[in-house]
């Protein structure tokens, strides 16, 4: 077994260990020396591409070739960007592994998987033209200088908005560095220049000095948790100083005659300088205690074979060279603990007793007795020690003994024991030479286990990506849906064999959706097979809105029209409309009703012109011409008015079947034209009244001519017109006109209507001229209406002319003085009779 200490490296009071990953990882003839190496965080991709500022050997045809190559750690080559846009300037990595590759006048690519495809932006604010000199990043944004000093800083490449920093100092800036936000006192990114002998510190609104006076300074490094800043003096010394500038907390000189290419932080304990084939790690001083997690004046090197490039990371610092790949980290605190010379921890303890145990050694026992009371401490600390190690029989040593601990142990909880299994078994297998992705313990917890399997997906590793998320009950929807497209794209087989292919690959997976796949095919330009695709995705919702983008209108109709979902269905017909000739678009619905009565329903509502249109296309000549008399009442000046019916008459003016409608129209026109005549010559306002209306209103003002000569334009009845002719007058109150009527022998309407409106106005007396002549009527209704004039002697005469003595009684109780003595002698007059 590996002694566990042999990668170990003293620095002060601190261990670090340079972890070899990968050998010969580069081909020889790559020449790294004269390539930018740029690493994507928590281990991932590594892109390069060649500086322009040296010669290279051109060693065949296809070496001069520009573009950037991305290689994972182990140097397997993953993809290659062909690119022609302009000088590079900047290359850089988010933490989701998105390559942003910018160029000199200030455009952008953020590429966001490892197959090609990017979403441009620009950086905007004079960067075309004054030009981009270089760039900084961070997990998610980055700063860019421009030729004029302007820094310019982009914080989220999702939805990108190039701002401009605090107007900078205009001398010559030798090196800068950037504080992230999430580490910044300001909560906004913060630039370090140096210029001349001192620091500016920059963010959004103000620009400061630090009023240093020792520089310049070469290279400026902040470290992991944006606490310490390291800096490299023109005289080959290295400052460590808080993030604050308020303290300077050590200095280190290193003698070197020549300044490091590199400067970066390994975590946030030690500084990593480097030279062409030389690495220097300076480090905590064991001679200062009350410092020793701060910079002190100790180092370690370490000498290559070939060019070094340093990626920093999270917990340490990956160093590449054509021949090796090596993490350089400190060495965890329990892992230190666990397997340093002399400890008397628990889980050494405990580690050194499950190796007696192995030997069969009854020492076991007293090791275990001895750790009895933290024994559940000494099993967590191994359980988390085997977590660090990158090698297996390490991880075995130290689960082996966390597993004999616990089963010592009356009550422990094995949870944390089964995750640590499962989790190596998952970094052991992404660590593959294969793969590539040598994560480390605390890199994992920051990636999480779903990021993990995006990158996996990204690298079209999609059965180890399905293992992992199987093992550890994630989704496995993304990557099937990632597999399927990637088909789409290199398949070069016929659309239905394709399409047969992935149908039955992803048969069973009720989560996949075909809409992504689709997609894909249709980008391709092999829009059959999007349809074949489409048609199996089983919700509509997805279905539809890429059927459209393809110009199948018709079928999204039809798939939105099956679904029943009455927003999709008006969002297709929405969409086609707008894209649509009209004569098209009603040809495409007319033969679907639901869409057709949408339609319909939402022109009725919001665009009256469109329903015209619809009806028109129909052939609907009753419901077009119905629409426009329906806006020719809304109308209220006479003029549109007549327009809207003239419009409502010539829909209907070649149709048999619609006389009556037809001739309606004609007449409300004429009405119209007739009565803006007579509003002009009487002075009165009759617009809008109907044919019944306007006769009453020229009865009431007298215009008795006029409505006559209405009669018989408009073939009025004479029941109607002697209706309307009583009402104007009685409304008039000209009682003598009514009373002049009344002399006639006969009424087309009888006269009780007369009778009634009178009497309803309060002409007694005029009413009861009119009882006489209702000869139809019961004698006993005829006493009422004398009743109601309040003649009672008129009534007993009524009663007595029919011999009523019933009605008589009734009367001789009503009435009183002489009208009581008259009804007495009416009465008498009828008893004789009856009697014989």
Not at 121 to 128: D, I, K, P, S
Not at 258 to 271: D, K, Q
Not at 298 to 311: G, K, S
């Amino acid at each position: 077994m590996s002694v566990p200490t042999s990668e170990w490296e003293r620095v002060g009071d601190r261990f670090y260990r340079k972890i070899p990953l990968y050998q010969a990882v580069f081909d020889q003839d790559l020449e790294l020396e004269n390539y930018i190496v740029v690493g994507a965080p928590l281990s991932g991709a590594v892109a390069i591409y060649r500086d322009d500022q040296k010669v290279h050997t051109l060693r065949a045809p296809t070496s001069g070739k520009a573009g950037i190559s991305i290689y994972s750690s182990s140097g397997k080559l993953i993809r290659h960007i062909s690119w022609d846009k302009g000088s590079i300037k900047a290359l850089g990595w988010s933490e989701d592994e998105q390559l942003l590759i910018v160029t000199s006048d200030g455009s952008v690519r953020c590429y966001h998987d490892l197959q090609g495809d990017f979403v441009p932006f620009t950086l905007g604010n004079g960067a075309e033209e004054h030009g981009v000199l270089e760039c900084r990043f961070w997990s998610s944004g980055f700063v860019a200088l421009l030729g004029n000093n302007t820094l310019v800083a982009v914080s989220n490449y999702d939805e990108p908005r190039p701002k401009l920093l605090a107007k900078p100092p205009t001398e010559h800036v030798v090196s800068w560095a950037i504080i992230p936000p999430s580490q910044s006192l300001s909560l906004s990114v913060e630039v370090l220049l140096a210029v001349r002998q001192t620091i500016y510190v920059i963010d959004i609104s103000e620009s400061e000095d630090r009023m240093l006076q020792r520089g310049p300074f070469d290279h400026i490094s902040i470290s992991e948790n944006g606490k310490f800043v390291a800096l490299y003096t023109e005289d080959g010394k290295v400052w460590v100083i808080s993030s604050d500038f308020q303290n300077k907390l050590s200095e280190y000189d290193t003698q070197a005659r020549t300044r490091p290419r590199a400067m970066e932080w390994c975590g946030n304990n030690a500084v990593v300088l480097a030279w062409e084939d030389e690495v220097h790690i300076v480090g905590p001083n064991a001679s200062n205690r009350r410092r020793a997690t701060i910079l002190g004046l100790t180092q370690r090197r370490f000498f290559y074979d070939n060019w070094v490039h340093l990626i920093p990371d999270i917990d340490g610092v990956r160093i590449l060279t054509n021949d090796v790949c090596e993490f350089l980290q400190k060495v965890p605190d329990v892992v230190e603990d666990t397997f340093r010379l002399g400890s008397t921890s628990s889980s050494s303890v405990l580690v050194d007793a499950a190796r007696q145990l192995e030997n069969q050694s009854p020492k076991a026992d007293d090791s275990i007795k001895l750790i009895r009371p933290v024994l559940d401490e000494a099993v967590d600390a191994c359980i988390k020690a085997a977590g660090h190690e990158y090698r297996i029989p390490l991880q075995k040593q130290l689960l082996k003994a966390a597993s004999f601990g616990k089963s010592v142990l009356d009550l422990y909880n094995s949870d944390d024991f089964v995750d640590m299994c499962e989790l190596l078994r998952v970094l052991n297998a992404i660590r593959f030479y294969e793969i590539g992705l040598p994560i480390s313990y605390d890199q994992f917890l920051r990636l999480t286990p779903e990021r993990l399997v995006k990158r996996l997906i990204n690298r079209s590793e999609y059965l180890l990506a399905l293992r992992i998320s199987d093992y550890l009950h994630l989704s496995t929807e993304r990557i099937y849906v990632h597999w399927a497209s990637q088909k789409v794209r290199l398949s070069t087989d016929n659309d239905e064999e394709t399409c047969r292919l992935i149908v039955e690959r992803l048969k069973g997976k009720v989560a996949v959706s075909y809409e992504e796949i689709a997609k894909a095919a249709f980008d391709e330009g092999r829009a059959q097979l999007a349809t074949g695709l489409l048609n199996q995705e089983p919700r509509a919702g997805k279905q539809v809105p890429l059927l459209l983008n393809m110009e199948e209108d018709s079928i999204a109709l039809d798939k939105a029209i099956e679904s029943g979902d009455t927003d999709l269905i008006l969002y297709v017909l929405l969409h086609m409309k707008k894209k649509l000739p009209l004569a098209t678009f009603f040809r495409t619905i007319n033969t679907r009703p639901l869409a057709t009565a949408m339609i319909e329903t939402l022109a009725l509502e919001q665009d009256r012109d469109l329903a015209k249109d619809l009806y028109y296309q129909d052939d609907r000549r009753i419901d077009g011409s119905n629409l426009s008399l329906l806006e020719a009442l809304r109308q209220k000046e006479p003029g549109p008015k007549a327009d809207k019916l003239k419009a409502a008459g010539r829909l209907l003016q070649d149709s048999k079947e619609n006389t009556f409608q037809a001739k309606a129209i004609d007449e409300a026109q004429k009405l119209i034209k007739v009565q803006t005549a007579l509003d002009t010559e009487l002075d009165v306002h009759l617009s809008g009244l109907s044919v019944n209306e306007t006769i009453f209103e020229l009865i009431r003002i007298g215009s008795i001519k006029r409505a006559q000569k209405m009669q018989s334009d408009f073939k009025v009845p004479d029941k109607t017109y002697w209706w309307i002719r009583l009402r104007a007058l009685v409304a008039k109150r000209d009682w003598t006109e009514l009373e002049e009527i009344g002399k006639n022998r006969r009424s087309p309407i009888g006269w009780e209507p007369f009778f009634n409106d009178i009497l309803s106005a309060g002409n007694t007396r005029l009413a009861s001229v009119f009882i006489p002549k209702c000869t139809a009527l019961p004698v006993t209704e005829r006493i009422e209406m004398w009743l109601k004039c309040g003649l009672v002697v008129k009534a007993a005469e009524e009663a007595s002319r029919a011999k009523d003595m019933e009605s008589l009684e009734m009367l001789r109780g009503r009435a009183t003085g002489n009208a009581a003595l008259e009804v007495e002698r009416l009465m008498s007059q009828v008893t004789p009779q009856k009697r014989r």
